[in-house]
């Protein structure tokens, strides 16, 4: 392994697909040893009932120029986690990067409902799936971070702070979750911070995960066909691009300056200067302020 990450060890809760798996796939490419967690194994799926894998996922660190590991967890059962940890700990005595991207809520949330028309038990199911899982994993995980200065916590999320704080996302349950993680972000930042590590809150924008693609009915290959129906998706980017953000952020000698601060892969990407996969820059959070939320029509000229 080479790379400005080589010899580096990192933990991505959440990797089966989407973000968490173009996460992971970055931080190999960038030569980290990745361990990459989920509940769909190759043997077993979880009630999502996809056909993505955490194995797939390992596989594809290890092409990427890493080492991938996969470790089935469910993140929501503190002995799992712990053990998991334990592993970690065994095989490399450290940890440098924690990802907390675990979700799960896709299925779970109701678009404009109100929270006493919305399923209640779907609800709290995803509170505890976006929301305690994240302190479950930060729980056993970071003693372990802490071995040695420098650790990174991202915390991924929807949305930056800013925008988060003006606007209603979604229903009251998808609201709570994500402003809850951006907050967690902060919190941590105040407690790692003095202790040698940085936390931050971490938005992909308009993600192309394949959940999302499969809705459109289109694949990374023809995803601008989408665009008649869903004239915004334009701004759109791959799993990929918040990968590279994440790895950017490991390799910074100066990441304490992001400590407890809401970022986003597109303002990322004009700091460190990487790019999508199609080379492009996408900037998402601005161009929903300015253009979708403005109700102009979908232009993405100066915005990708």
């Given at each position: 392994m080479s790379g400005p990450l080589k010899d580096k060890v990192?933990?991505?809760?959440?990797?089966?697909?989407?973000?968490?798996?173009?996460?992971?796939?970055?931080?190999?490419?960038?030569?980290?040893?990745?361990?990459?967690?989920?509940?769909?194994?190759?043997?077993?799926?979880?009630?999502?009932?996809?056909?993505?894998?955490?194995?797939?996922?390992?596989?594809?660190?290890?092409?990427?120029?890493?080492?991938?590991?996969?470790?089935?967890?469910?993140?929501?059962?503190?002995?799992?986690?712990?053990?998991?940890?334990?592993?970690?700990?065994?095989?490399?005595?450290?940890?440098d990067v924690l990802v907390n991207d675990v979700w799960g809520g896709e299925r779970l949330f109701e678009w404009d409902?109100?929270?006493?028309?919305?399923?209640?038990?779907?609800?709290?199911?995803?509170?505890?799936?976006?929301?305690?899982?994240?302190?479950?994993?930060?729980?056993?995980?970071?003693?372990?971070?802490?071995?040695r200065p420098g650790g990174l916590v991202v915390e991924m999320t929807d949305g930056t702070a800013e925008y988060n704080a003006a606007t209603y996302r979604v229903s009251f349950f998808y609201d709570l979750a994500k402003s809850a993680v951006l907050r967690m972000a902060f919190a941590l930042g105040q407690e790692l911070g003095p202790r040698g590590a940085t936390a931050v809150a971490l938005t992909p924008g308009w993600l192309r995960s394949e959940m999302m693609l499969e809705n459109f009915g289109v694949t990374e290959d023809n995803w601008r066909d989408a665009l008649e129906r869903v004239p915004h998706f334009g701004i759109s980017e791959t799993p990929f691009y918040v990968g590279r953000a994440v790895a950017a952020l490991a390799a910074d000698p100066e990441r304490a300056r992001w400590n407890g601060e809401s970022l986003s892969s597109g303002g990322l990407a004009r700091t460190y200067g990487f790019t999508d996969r199609d080379g492009s820059r996408p900037d998402a959070w601005r161009y929903l302020v300015e253009v979708q939320d403005a109700g102009k029509p979908a232009d993405t000229a100066g915005y990708r």
């Open positions: 990192a933990l991505v809760a959440g990797a089966t697909r989407g973000a968490g798996r173009g996460i992971a796939v970055e931080l190999g490419a960038a030569g980290a040893i990745v361990y990459v967690t989920g509940r769909t194994t190759r043997e077993r799926r979880s009630e999502y009932d996809r056909p993505e894998t955490i194995e797939d996922t390992a596989d594809l660190v290890t092409a990427a120029g890493g080492r991938g590991i996969a470790v089935p967890t469910d993140h929501l059962v503190p002995s799992e986690v712990r053990t998991l940890v334990d592993r970690v700990a065994d095989e490399q005595g450290r940890l409902t109100p929270v006493w028309e919305h399923d209640l038990d779907n609800g709290l199911r995803l509170l505890r799936l976006g929301i305690e899982t994240h302190a479950i994993t930060s729980h056993h995980a970071l003693p372990l971070l802490l071995r």
